[in-house]
């Protein structure tokens, strides 16, 4: 079984020493939300009020214009942030692809990063040594996974990240944008898989700007607009009120 309940969640972002108007501006479209100058800071409000409630079978999509929270909120889901007030309960295991490098080394082989991915994933060392082998031939990187990280090229550290983060069945998967990297050959692979894990989980929570893509996979639609809420509801009438509101 699997469930998330956020209750009034708010997430604030103290900022020190953002003097410039070129970090503030940085600062918020990468979090979402509003600035709020302090005294010695400023505050960026990348969450406000979140209330959400998600049980087996839901499958949400997020949407916003850039900066609007829905990353934040991915990575509140993921218990990456902990909200700043009110709760976040979640329960059931989470596969993240929000940030799919988080816990890798760039000094560590590609053989060792599969094994801290998994373990930064929640498997025991065990279970994550058990899985090496299915995840090293996935990649497709053969003897390049004898070497630091820092040698490979963005495209195939993308490879092992996506091949260790997809390799478990999670009851909760959240996705930012679907996940493509690499040649065409492991492309066709990697959507496959996101496929079979999309159908596999309990749980699917999707942040995307390709509205035909969250029609076809997301059943009701959370729409947030500078960290809020703005609308929710069946995915037909969110998007059409969304589209029109973009023309």
Known sequence: ???????????????????????RAHVLEQ????????????TVQALCGINMKLRDGDRVGLI?????????LLR??????????GTATIRGSISSLTNITLGMDPEATGYDNILFRLIFLGLSFSEAKSKIKEVAEF???GDYLHLPLRTYSTGMALRLAFASGTSIVPDILVLDEMIGAGDATFREKSLRRIENTLDAAKILVLASHDLLLLEMYCDQIIWLDKGKIKKRGPTAKVLTAYREALS
């Not at 916003?64 to 934040?72: I, M, Q, R, V, Y």
């Not at 509140?76 to 007030?85: A, E, G, N, T, W």
């Open 64 to 72: 916003g214009h850039n900066g609007a929270g829905k990353t934040t």
């Open 31 to 42: 979090l979402g939300g509003v600035l709020k100058p302090q005294k010695k800071h400023v």
């Open 76 to 85: 509140v889901l993921s218990r990456i942030y902990p909200p700043s007030s």
């Open 139 to 141: 990649s497709g990187l």
């Open 1 to 23: 079984m699997a469930d998330i309940e956020l209750k009034n969640v708010d997430l604030v972002f103290p900022v020190y020493n953002a003097r410039a108007r070129s970090l």
